[in-house]
């Protein structure tokens, strides 16, 4: 009974309530948010003989006295007399007949007050295509990440992209993002192994309160701002798929997805051992006051000096021992080992943490 609930029918037939007087509306699954947010949502977009919109007040999700009201003038003004409403009857079909072309598509994500329009089948196509086409995906990954857009077109028809600056990173880039959103440094990210993405809501389409059609960001920024933590149900809708995929995300990232989960994956010694496959210098990690700090025998073979964080040996400026020799020169070496695994970057394998 509640497979039309989240189609543009979906709040008029739930259940088989009488709908065709203010009176005559029941209790029951039709007065669920989701169910009455559509419904309000279409009396918003849909018109009166005299061009005002059939409620007067903003999508709440609650099926009050005003909205059976603006029903029930609805169908007085088509002269439909239904009642109870059935899934494609006549009052279903003139709601969507009347809309204008621009609410067209118009659904309910299920189980919240959000009201969106569908993505087409040629914009799924089309970020599908540009992660297929993506040669720097590690392949297991990327199949999931396909997966991922599909799944989430097929079961809300909302279109997931890549963003802008969610590929695989270099690990340069890595010095901007991580003082922003996270302690990883150069080398410490899955980003920069082909195994993370972050996977956002780009031109995504819905409408707010008032009515009024908004397109959104990779991040939601408009819909955070108008809705607060209501919107947080798209994500939560996203990564629900997101799991049952085998993907990951991290806790101050909404946007991202990875192939492995951070708890049992050591990113620190997981660069180490690609250093040692990569470059002539033998390394060791371990975390000094929760950021993971390196040494190195700076390929001599013999004591391990301490050369600080990642951030510090990729900006050339290791906290290099005095004794340790040409400071200028050993800082200059540690970071062309980096580089060197940057380089190398498929062959990174992770390491498990302790």
């Not at 409620?55 to 609805?74: P, S």
């Not at 997101?242 to 010694?269: C, M, P, T």
């Not at 690609?274 to 390929?299: F, I, P, Q």
């Amino acid at each position: 009974m509640r497979q039309f609930r989240h189609s543009l029918g979906a709040a008029l037939c739930a259940c088989a309530l009488a709908w065709a007087s203010p009176a005559a509306v029941g209790e029951g699954a039709a007065n669920e948010p989701d169910d009455v947010a559509l419904l309000q949502a279409m009396l918003l977009a849909v018109k009166t003989p005299s061009g005002r919109p059939y409620i007067q007040f903003r999508i709440d999700g609650e099926l009050g006295a005003g909205t059976k009201a603006a029903l029930a003038a609805f169908q007085r003004d088509r002269k439909i007399a239904e009642n109870p409403l059935r899934p494609d009857g006549p009052t279903w079909k003139a709601l969507r007949a009347a809309l204008p072309e621009e609410y067209v598509g118009m659904r309910v994500l299920p189980g919240s007050k959000i009201v969106y329009f569908e993505a087409t089948a040629a914009e799924a196509a089309k970020s599908i295509y540009q992660i297929e086409s993506y040669g720097e995906f590690e392949p297991s990954f990327q199949r999931q990440i396909v997966a991922m857009v599909q799944r989430m077109f097929e079961e809300h028809r909302i279109v997931l992209w890549i963003t802008y600056t969610g590929w695989r990173r270099p690990f340069g880039d890595q010095m901007g993002f991580a003082r922003r959103n996270s302690q990883a440094g150069p080398g410490e990210s899955t980003h920069h192994y082909g195994r993370a993405c972050d996977l956002g809501f780009r031109n995504f389409r819905w409408m707010d309160t008032t009515g009024a059609i908004r397109e959104d960001t990779d991040w939601l920024d408009r819909m955070s701002r108008a809705l607060g933590p209501a919107s947080w149900r798209l994500w939560k809708a996203r990564d629900a798929i997101a799991f049952s995929l085998g993907l990951y995300k991290i806790a101050w990232e909404a946007v991202h997805l990875q192939a492995l989960e951070d708890e049992r994956i050591s990113n620190a010694r997981s660069l180490v051992k690609l250093l040692e496959k990569t470059g002539k210098m033998k390394w060791e990690t371990k975390h000094v006051n929760r950021k993971a700090h390196y040494w190195s025998d700076l390929g001599r073979g013999g004591p391990m000096y301490p050369v600080g964080t990642a951030h510090e040996i990729w900006a050339g400026k290791a906290p290099v021992p005095a004794g340790a020799g040409d400071i200028e020169g050993i800082r200059k070496a540690l970071r062309e080992e980096f580089e060197k695994a940057e380089q190398n970057w498929r062959l990174w394998e992770p390491v498990e943490a302790n």
